[in-house]
């Protein structure tokens, strides 16, 4: 089975261009009240996610190892958000991606990333979307109906 028909596309979907500063993502982030959010580059490339962990280690001047980092909050509105990319974080399933592959993703992370042949951001598949679909599937029917 396809995954599109429960992909949230890229138009209906917040995130962040990987030359937006630091500032920009926490606006964006709570704006949205999101504790993840997708990173692309002008051109639509997927290129992480960014968790609003990852922002309160470098403010708290920490990278998600623990190593001290030196960090003033006043900074942040100039630093990019693509220096607190994690490597491997949240990577991204392509558009025909199976049903069972997408399950396997969701156990791990709140959203999937999905993307294009060409690696373009094409929109995310939410945990809550991928549960309702294997439910009302799974849901008996009712012979009355």
């Known amino acids: 089975m396809n995954i599109i028909f429960l992909i949230k596309p890229k138009c209906d979907t917040a995130f962040l261009y990987t030359d937006d500063s630091i ?5 964006k982030i ?15 490339i997927y290129h992480g996610t960014i ?19 030196s960090c003033d909050i006043r900074t942040t509105e100039h630093e990019l958000v693509t220096n607190l990319l994690r490597p491997m974080f949240n990577p991204p399933v392509n558009i025909y991606a199976t ?6 993703r969701v156990m791990d992370q709140n959203f999937v990333p999905v993307v294009d042949d ?3 951001f094409v ?4 945990r809550k979307d991928v549960i309702g679909y294997f439910v009302g599937l799974n849901k008996p029917v009712d012979p009355a109906e």
């Open 23 to 27: 500032r920009q993502g926490l606006e």
């Open 51 to 69: 968790t609003e962990g990852d922002f309160l280690w470098h403010i708290l001047g920490r990278d998600v190892q623990g190593a001290s980092l």
């Open 123 to 126: 929109g995310i598949i939410t």
């Open 99 to 104: 049903m069972d592959d997408l399950l396997q």
């Open 118 to 120: 060409r690696g373009v």
């Open 30 to 44: 709570h704006y949205h009240k999101y504790t993840a959010i997708p990173v692309i580059d002008h051109e639509g």
